[in-house]
């Protein structure tokens, strides 16, 4: 079985400097699992690594989308399990790193997609999720997904929003067979407070980086406002403050706020994965990357 590292945690707590690392130390390379960096020019709001944050190692599925592009989660486990075989092929580590847990959860329960089967489990995730966060919470992940799917269905409709987000999912039909890959699944996390401190200050960052220039560069270049990524956190918001919806104050607030309500649904769908798979939660505040490296230097 191929050998694969997983970096996962909520947005904001240091996931892509882990991986990078990880990765400088054990050969590896690194596949984003993040549904904005595959877009091209979705860069600040996205918090995209750099050319030269990468740190010379090669970095996967990152910048292979147009904005008005459609990419589905069965194209992100077609593509990644592709890459994994060709890194592993070359004898180095496949690492992947990222927050959308719809990507993850397809990947390591070795979806075949194309099946007509049910995933009945996956529908009594969906509703436990709806029941703790909300019809609309689910929706916003639904319209980020698949927007031509969520706009035909009423947010509190809750079979229509399962079935919606089953077919985004899964493209209609999928079977579940055994996970193909030895792994090692690794949480990052932190001190409630001082992540959301770290998100409030990191999306202080993005609007002084440009963040609002950068909407108005993809919008003047083609990019639709209702487009897959323009959908994120962080775009929408932007798009709404140029429609002339809220001042910047306002604007910088909403970011925060909504990222932090994102860190939150993170750390609950990390939890969920928890009882299905096992995960080693490390405390970034605590010598994290020595921890982490004795155990796949262990684990290898």
């Known amino acids: 079985m191929e050998k694969v590292v997983f970096i996962l945690g909520p947005t904001g707590v240091g996931k892509s400097d882990m991986a990078i690392s990880l990765a400088k ?13 595959i877009f091209k020019g979705f860069n600040i709001g996205s918090a995209k690594v750099t050319e030269k944050e990468m740190k010379n190692v090669p970095h996967h599925l990152i910048d292979i989308c147009n904005a008005n592009d459609y990419f589905t989660v069965s194209d992100f486990v077609n593509k990644t399990r592709e890459k994994i075989s060709d890194i592993a092929a070359r004898e180095k580590l496949p690492i992947i790193v990222g927050g959308t847990g719809l990507y993850i959860t397809a990947l390591l329960d070795g979806y075949n997609f194309g099946g007509t089967e049910k995933h009945e489990l996956f529908r009594e995730n969906v509703r436990k999720e709806i029941e703790e966060m909300g019809h609309l919470s689910v929706w916003n992940k639904l319209n980020l997904l698949a927007p031509n799917i969520a706009e035909k269905i009423e947010p509190n409709n809750t079979n229509r ?36 401190s770290r998100i409030n200050s990191r999306v202080d960052t ?27 956190i962080g775009y929408k918001e932007v798009v709404e403050f140029l429609d002339g919806n809220m001042d ?17 649904r993170q750390l609950t769908y990390l939890r969920g994965l928890g009882r299905e798979h096992k995960i080693t939660s490390i405390d970034v505040s605590n010598n994290a990357f020595t921890i982490i490296k004795e155990k796949v230097k262990e684990w290898l």
């Not at 609002?212 to 487009?227: D, P, R, T, Y």
């Not at 104050?249 to 939150?264: C, D, G, M, V």
């Open 25 to 37: 130390e054990f050969n590896g390379e690194i596949i984003s699992a993040d549904s904005v960096q």
């Open 248 to 264: 910047k104050e306002t604007l910088a607030q909403l970011i925060k706020q909504h990222s932090r309500n994102y860190a939150k």
């Open 161 to 196: 929003l399962i079935r919606g987000l089953e077919i985004a999912t899964f493209g209609g039909g999928q079977e579940k067979q055994a996970t193909e890959y030895d792994y090692l699944i690794f949480s990052l996390n932190l001190e409630r407070q001082m992540l959301y």
């Open 206 to 232: 993005m609007l002084e980086k440009g963040l609002i220039q950068e909407v108005q560069s993809l919008l003047k270049s083609g990019a639709e406002k209702n487009c897959q990524p323009m959908k994120a």
